[in-house]
């Protein structure tokens, strides 16, 4: 069987995709067609035509670091299936940057306090705790806009909640996508404190049949007692009381059997060994994994786009799908696309008999759009001396090196010792108050230089920028250890964050 061709309208609109090889080449030779896109290759009709639209269930295994899609139709025949490559753990890397640098600048200030010796009161498992703090002096608020935003989420989740929606669009470029299925881990959304604040209805959603938090205590601790991990569950026991300000969410509840549920609440020790129990399933079951912190937004925001074409199904209802068609699971071999094709097929009213061969699995590779250079470039001084300059910020930045264009990677600060061992010390003053000062002015992106995540053509042959070398002269492509002259590459495309590598 060929590959899919995908098909955009006059319009540009997108209609169902096609086999018919030898039908699109005619189109294009007469010139009653155009390719608009190689990979995956898409061609756009230049003529008026009526398409005949058919459902489209676009299915998504979400992900950390890799997102499992697949585009089901109604019979269950895959148009289209990838296995994308995010960026998020970069998220945490730069946030740890960051933390470092206000370090350093509460070090320089001296505001920094040792470690382990703030103590926090904040809120844990529904009760106040007190939590060690380090690193930087914790001091009020100053201001009302310190207040974090309803629904704040942290970077990496916020990240990872844009690149799902993302994804989602950039299909619907090619395909025509009227449904959307996920796979929901449903303990994520026992998580949230209550489900109904984020203003949709989850629980005709993602939670249908299964509203009752007793039950996802029952399948976390698999119908066993948490202490004694021998008998049934035969009471829910609420860790913090309610009386306390317990809370009544899932990381509150325990199962447990009555023998034990007693001892708990007439032994000190052994609703010690409780607490350390529960901690423990909780972070098992990912509690504040970034990825279970994503998914209700990314399902509030999809509800929000397609209302009630939004499937659902769990990971149970998935791997026993998949085993059922003889695919296994292991580490070398994720299988994220299988996964997304069940997702898709599960929300039909019948599951094909057969399942596809997955002999083209797209491979999409996400980039930063964003020039970190430009960040530099904002919060740089330059200093002059007689128009000429001979200092870059007044203590050197992290990486400050010097560039083609300054010849300088003196800090101010270096440049007046060197002054002074040249000179005298009152000399060196004299100079430096005959400094000006230049903020450094608002610069744009040299258009010139390409970003990684690009498209260019080398000997009719199509690779994705990875990097370059001396001074842009060489380019680098993913998945290939070949420098390409720079002069005979043609760029097709810039970066467009999600890239389709192959
Ligand atoms: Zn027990
Ligand atoms: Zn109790």
């Given at each position: 069987?060929?590959?899919?061709?995908?098909?955009?309208?006059?319009?540009?609109?997108p209609?169902?995709?096609?086999?018919?090889?030898?039908?699109?080449?005619?189109?294009?030779?007469?010139?009653?067609?155009k390719?608009?896109?190689?990979?995956?290759?898409?061609?756009?009709?230049?003529y008026?035509?009526?398409?005949?639209?058919?459902?489209?269930?676009?299915?998504?295994?979400?992900?950390?670091?890799?997102?499992?899609?697949?585009?089901?139709?109604?019979?269950?025949?895959?148009?289209?299936?990838?296995v994308?490559?995010?960026?998020?753990?970069?998220?945490?890397?730069?946030?740890?940057?960051?933390?470092?640098?206000?370090?350093?600048?509460?070090?320089?200030?001296?505001?920094?306090?040792?470690?382990?010796?703030?103590?926090?009161?904040?809120?844990?498992?529904?009760?106040?705790?007190?939590?060690?703090?380090?690193?930087i002096r914790?001091?009020?608020?100053?201001?009302?806009?310190?207040?974090?935003?309803?629904?704040?989420?942290?970077?990496?989740a916020?990240?990872?909640?844009?690149?799902?929606?993302?994804?989602v669009?950039?299909?619907?470029?090619?395909?025509?996508?009227?449904d959307?299925?996920?796979?929901?881990?449903?303990?994520?959304?026992?998580?949230?404190?209550?489900?109904?604040?984020t203003?949709?209805?989850?629980?005709?959603?993602?939670?249908?049949?299964?509203?009752?938090?007793?039950?996802?205590?029952?399948?976390q601790?698999?119908?066993q007692?948490?202490?004694c991990?021998?008998?049934?569950?035969?009471?829910?026991?609420?860790?913090?009381?309610?009386?306390?300000?317990?809370?009544?969410?899932?990381a509150?509840i325990?199962?447990?059997?009555?023998r034990?549920?007693?001892?708990?609440?007439?032994?000190?020790?052994?609703a010690?060994?409780?607490?350390?129990?529960?901690?423990?399933?909780?972070?098992?079951?990912?509690?504040?994994?970034?990825?279970?912190?994503?998914?209700?937004?990314?399902?509030?925001?999809?509800?929000?786009?397609?209302?009630?074409?939004v499937?659902?199904?769990?990971?149970?209802?998935?791997?026993?799908?998949r085993?059922?068609?003889?695919?296994?699971?292991?580490?070398?071999?994720?299988l994220?696309?299988?996964?997304?094709?069940?997702?898709?097929?599960?929300?039909?009213?019948?599951?094909?008999?057969?399942?596809?061969?997955?002999?083209?699995?797209?491979?999409?590779?996400?980039?930063r759009?964003?020039?970190?250079?430009?960040?530099?470039?904002?919060?740089?001084?330059?200093?002059?001396?007689?128009?000429?300059?001979?200092?870059?910020?007044?203590?050197?930045?992290?990486?400050?090196?010097?560039?083609?264009?300054?010849?300088?990677?003196?800090?101010?600060?270096?440049?007046?010792?060197?002054?002074?061992?040249?000179?005298?010390?009152?000399?060196?003053?004299?100079?430096?108050?005959?400094?000006?000062?230049?903020?450094?002015?608002?610069?744009?992106?040299?258009?010139?230089?390409?970003?990684?995540?690009?498209?260019?053509?080398?000997?009719?042959?199509?690779y994705?920028?990875?990097?370059?070398?001396?001074?842009?002269?060489?380019?680098?492509?993913v998945?290939?250890?070949?420098?390409?002259?720079?002069?005979?590459?043609?760029?097709?495309r810039?970066?467009?964050?999600?890239?389709?590598?192959?």
């Amino acid at each position: 069987m060929s590959e899919y061709i995908y098909v955009l309208g006059m319009d540009g609109r997108p209609q169902m995709p096609t086999r018919r090889k030898r039908h699109i080449d005619r189109l294009l030779s007469t010139g009653k067609a155009k390719v608009v896109e190689y990979v995956p290759f898409t061609v756009q009709l230049l003529y008026e035509n009526h398409p005949v639209l058919q459902p489209v269930i676009l299915a998504e295994d979400p992900g950390r670091t890799n997102i499992g899609v697949a585009a089901v139709s109604q019979k269950g025949e895959l148009l289209f299936s990838a296995v994308v490559e995010t960026r998020n753990k970069e998220i945490t890397k730069f946030m740890e940057k960051r933390r470092k640098a206000r370090q350093r600048l509460a070090k320089r200030c001296h505001t920094m306090i040792k470690a382990g010796q703030v103590m926090r009161k904040l809120p844990m498992f529904g009760e106040e705790k007190y939590i060690t703090c380090r690193y930087i002096r914790n001091t009020e608020s100053r201001f009302y806009n310190r207040r974090r935003k309803d629904g704040w989420l942290t970077p990496s989740a916020e990240q990872l909640v844009r690149t799902h929606i993302n994804l989602v669009h950039r299909i619907q470029g090619f395909l025509p996508v009227t449904d959307v299925a996920l796979e929901v881990n449903r303990f994520a959304f026992m998580q949230l404190e209550d489900p109904y604040i984020t203003g949709v209805d989850f629980q005709n959603g993602p939670l249908k049949g299964y509203d009752d938090r007793k039950a996802a205590v029952y399948d976390q601790q698999d119908g066993q007692c948490l202490l004694c991990n021998k008998k049934p569950i035969e009471h829910y026991h609420h860790i913090v009381p309610v009386a306390k300000r317990g809370s009544d969410t899932l990381a509150n509840i325990a199962g447990l059997c009555c023998r034990c549920h007693e001892k708990v609440h007439k032994d000190a020790g052994a609703a010690r060994r409780l607490q350390n129990k529960k901690q423990g399933l909780t972070k098992k079951y990912g509690a504040l994994s970034v990825l279970n912190q994503a998914i209700p937004f990314i399902c509030k925001r999809l509800e929000e786009e397609f209302g009630e074409h939004v499937h659902y199904c769990s990971g149970r209802d998935t791997s026993r799908l998949r085993q059922s068609f003889g695919f296994h699971k292991t580490k070398d071999e994720p299988l994220h696309e299988v996964d997304a094709w069940c997702i898709g097929v599960l929300s039909l009213r019948e599951i094909p008999e057969k399942c596809p061969d997955f002999t083209k699995v797209y491979q999409i590779k996400q980039f930063r759009r964003q020039n970190r250079r430009r960040i530099n470039h904002q919060t740089e001084r330059r200093y002059y001396l007689d128009g000429k300059l001979v200092a870059v910020n007044r203590k050197k930045r992290m990486g400050q090196t010097g560039r083609k264009d300054n010849q300088t990677k003196d800090s101010l600060a270096d440049w007046f010792t060197k002054m002074v061992h040249l000179y005298r010390e009152k000399e060196a003053e004299h100079l430096r108050s005959r400094l000006t000062v230049k903020k450094s002015q608002h610069s744009y992106n040299d258009l010139k230089r390409e970003m990684p995540g690009a498209e260019f053509i080398y000997e009719n042959q199509r690779y994705i920028l990875s990097g370059q070398l001396t001074n842009g002269k060489y380019y680098r492509a993913v998945g290939s250890t070949q420098n390409f002259p720079a002069a005979k590459c043609r760029i097709r495309r810039h970066n467009r964050g999600l890239v389709f590598v192959s």
